[in-house]
């Protein structure tokens, strides 16, 4: 019952996100602030993580398929799916859900606790709009950063292959031009965008409605990580399931 709850709870902060907006130009730098801090920030973090995990899936994936019968395209062909299709959008996106999360719950939770929340409705302001809607247009530029998880993926998984002695440059690059679906990039897109919001709304959910001092900041934070994981593991085999299946 308390989940029911909670959920309730949740939808209904996020429709106050959206009442009362905050006059544009407090909202404009609120909004590249965040872009500053989520998506700019984080990239150095998704380039790292999507080069190496391109690299192991193109080493695992060639020493599966070590039949002579088997042509080395293969070796390409699979680590473009894998990368487009999953961990690109929803591997990096757990790896969002820990560093931004974490940021987002922190951040709203120590204002809570520290009663600037409580000054700002004092104030007249809609608290939830100014702290929780810059995160979410700033997570909107979420897919870029996915764009750029998928190009380095695929590029560590060359780098890989031919370096490697796993797969020949011309066989690799040929295995990426096989039965390529241009929808599988919005399928990927799509998921991207789900996942943003979540990442912006779930964390901000935990952190704004946590009670408590200090410590409680940093059970929320973990709290938050587990149950954003959770919500962007459910939505990816329901996404996967309309879209793909």
Not at 13 to 42: C, H, Q
Not at 152 to 167: N, S
Not at 176 to 199: E, M, N, R
Request: proline content about 4%.
């Amino acid at each position: 019952m308390n989940y029911i709850a909670a959920i309730g709870k949740y939808f209904i902060m996020v429709g106050e996100v959206f009442r009362k907006p905050t006059k544009w130009r407090i909202m404009k730098s609120l909004i590249l602030k965040e872009i500053d801090e989520l998506i700019y920030g984080s990239m150095g973090i998704i380039i790292f993580i999507s080069f190496f995990i391109g690299g192991v899936v193109t080493i695992q994936t060639a020493l599966n398929l070590n039949s002579p019968l088997i042509p080395k395209s293969l070796i390409g062909f699979a680590t473009r799916q894998s990368v487009i299709l999953e961990f690109a959008p929803t591997f990096c996106s757990i790896i969002m859900a820990g560093k931004v999360g974490s940021y987002i719950t922190s951040s709203i939770g120590t204002m809570r606790v520290t009663e600037q929340i409580d000054a700002l409705e004092v104030m007249g302001v809609n608290s939830l709009n100014y702290l929780v809607f810059p995160k979410i247009i700033a997570m909107l530029f979420y897919p870029f950063a996915i764009a750029v998880a998928m190009y380095v993926g695929i590029f560590g998984g060359w780098i890989a292959g031919a370096f490697g002695g796993y797969a020949p440059s011309g066989e690799f690059i040929k295995g990426l031009q096989l039965d390529f679906i241009p929808f599988h990039i919005t399928y990927s897109f799509i998921k991207a965008l789900v996942f943003a919001f979540v990442i912006a709304t779930v964390p901000s959910f935990h952190g704004f409605y946590m009670k408590g001092g200090a410590l409680e900041v940093g059970k929320a934070s973990t709290t938050a990580f587990v149950w954003t994981s959770v919500v962007i593991i459910i939505l990816n085999y329901i996404i996967t399931q309309l879209l793909l299946g």
